[in-house]
């Protein structure tokens, strides 16, 4: 059984940055494409950022592109989203996903492996 946990979330001002981590355990992480979600308050959850399983493609929405980077550590099955120069509309909770194709896509429901979230608050 697959498991995602997401770590890193918190309180940051506008302008700050945070970094989140997504650690997996099963032996599939190397072979899967990851991604990030989001989910505001009233709002439909929505694609954030992903990456293939080596690392080398990467799609993110465009409201976040330039200020979030999205990046992986096969070795330690821990895949990373590195935000930066944030806003209060960036306040969500943030979903790590994991897919057992390779394959990346921006698609929520293509992915087969979900986190439990972890909130991040950005004030102004």
């Known amino acids: 059984q697959v498991q995602l946990v997401e770590s890193g979330g918190g309180l940051v001002q506008a302008g700050g940055s945070l970094r989140l981590s997504c650690a997996t355990s099963g032996r599939t992480f190397s072979t899967s494409a990851m991604g990030w979600f989001r989910r505001a308050p009233g709002k439909e959850r929505e694609f954030v950022a992903a990456?293939?399983?080596?690392?080398?493609?990467?799609l993110y929405a465009a409201s976040v592109k330039g200020r979030f980077t999205i990046s992986r550590d096969n070795a330690k099955n821990t895949v990373y989203l590195q935000m930066s120069s944030l806003k209060p509309e960036d306040t969500a909770v943030y979903y790590c996903?994991?897919?057992?194709?390779?394959?990346?896509?921006?698609?929520?429901?293509?992915?087969?492996?979900w986190g439990q979230g972890t909130q991040v608050t950005v004030s102004s």
């Open positions: 990456i293939s399983r080596t690392g080398s493609t990467t």
């Open positions: 996903a994991g897919r057992s194709s390779s394959i990346v896509t921006m698609i929520d429901r293509t992915y087969d492996y």
